[in-house]
């Protein structure tokens, strides 16, 4: 089972090791989306994978200058995995704010 976007991700530069366990498990979860109804393309997937690509930019920035793979996998769970909730969160603030507008903008359209 290979989504699309998991065989494509080459195009945005990602440079993912054979091993990896994480286009299996995306292609499995776009999977499950399309069992509940939900389809999603690969053009529906790009313009997350793109800001995806900005947020993992930042995370890698908060690890600073740390060349040995061993303590940049030490750091990261320090810092990367407790932002994930905040990430999360932040998300979250975005679509409530991004509803309230879309309500409101439909209110004075009436």
Not at 21 to 48: M, Q, W
Not at 84 to 92: D, H, M, Y
Request: hydrophobic content about 40%; charged content about 25%; overall charge negative.
């Amino acid at each position: 089972m290979t989504h699309l976007c998991c065989r494509r991700t080459g195009r945005r530069g990602w440079n993912i090791p054979g091993d990896s366990p994480h286009p299996r498990a995306l292609a499995a979860a776009i999977h499950d989306l399309g069992r509940l109804g939900v389809p999603f393309s690969n053009d529906d997937l790009l313009p997350y994978a793109k800001l995806a690509a900005s947020v993992a930019h930042l995370d890698l920035e908060h690890l600073g200058d740390i060349d040995q793979a061993e303590q940049q996998a030490e750091r990261a769970a320090i810092v990367i995995l407790p932002l994930e909730p905040v990430l999360a969160l932040l998300r979250r603030l975005a679509q409530e704010g991004e509803l309230r507008r879309s309500a409101q903008g439909t209110e004075q359209g009436e």
